[in-house]
């Protein structure tokens, strides 16, 4: 089993940046793909970022690339995604994902989920 834990939301202006922070424990946390998603009241749970295990392949939204950028840290057991320029359509709720074995977008396919973290962007 994987405990997944989100840090670093918060509330900030336009064009700021926040720098998300998600802890794995429980297995070792250097095999598989680790994503970063969001999620707004009435709406599906979207893709933003994802890396792979060795952290040389990343990918990222169409609608963040640019801006965010996907990170992994495996000897702290930690992946963070740093958002910068951000505007008011980034406000979310925004969760890590782990994918024991693939290289997905799809939220379905990732196995474990932590309990989100609340990024607000105001204009």
């Known amino acids: 089993q994987v405990q997944l834990v989100e840090s670093g939301g918060g509330l900030v202006q336009a064009g700021g940046s926040l720098r998300l922070a998600c802890t794995a424990s429980?297995?070792?946390?250097?095999?598989?793909?680790m994503g970063w998603f969001r999620q707004t009241p009435g709406k599906e749970r979207e893709f933003v970022a994802r890396?792979?295990?060795?952290?040389?392949?990343?990918n990222y939204a169409d609608s963040v690339k640019g801006r965010f950028t996907i990170s992994r840290v495996n000897g702290k057991n930690t992946v963070y995604l740093q958002m910068n320029s951000l505007n008011p359509e980034d406000t979310a709720v925004y969760y890590c994902a782990a994918d024991r074995n693939g290289w997905s977008t799809s939220p379905s396919a990732y196995d474990y989920w932590g309990q989100g973290t609340q990024v607000t962007v105001s204009s």
């Open positions: 429980g297995r070792p946390f250097s095999t598989g793909t």
């Open positions: 890396i792979s295990w060795s952290g040389r392949n990343t």
